[in-house]
Nanobody
Framework: QVQLVESGGGSVQAGGSLRLSCAAS????????MGWFRQAPGKEREFVAA????????YYSDSVKGRFTISRDSAKNTVFLQMNSLKPEDTAVYYC??????????????????WGQGTQVTVSS
């Protein structure tokens, strides 16, 4: 049974940093793409970042590029999202996802079969 468990969310002031973790279990993820998504109140879920586990290739949305970094610890089967220079508009529930997206469109949304329960990030001005 695949499980993705996020942690590390919380409240921070604008300009601050947080590091989210996603502990993955239940299978080998070396051939998977791991993604981070977020959903703010009243908005649709949006792509934040992704990482192809075996190659280490990373992708970022324009809104977080240069501020957020996705990485992995293969020994711990854990994916991280380091978030720096946080802004109030980064406030959302952040979700970890795992899948095998076949193209760019799937990378951004539909290519993930496993999702975590989410962790709240609140950035105050």
């Amino acid at each position: 049974q695949v499980q993705l468990v996020e942690s590390g969310g919380g409240s921070v002031q604008a300009g601050g940093s947080l590091r989210l973790s996603c502990a993955a279990s239940g299978r080998t993820f070396s051939s998977y793409t791991m993604g981070w998504f977020r959903q703010a109140p009243g908005k649709e879920r949006e792509f934040v970042a992704a990482l192809r586990w075996n190659l280490g290739i990373t992708y970022y949305s324009d809104s977080v590029k240069g501020r957020f970094t996705i990485s992995r610890d293969s020994a711990k089967n854990t994916v991280f999202l380091q978030m720096n220079s946080l802004k109030p508009e980064d406030t959302a529930v952040y979700y970890c996802a795992a899948g095998v997206p076949a193209d760019w469109a799937q990378l951004l949304e539909r290519g993930y079969g496993y999702w975590g329960q989410g962790t709240q990030v609140t950035v105050s001005s």
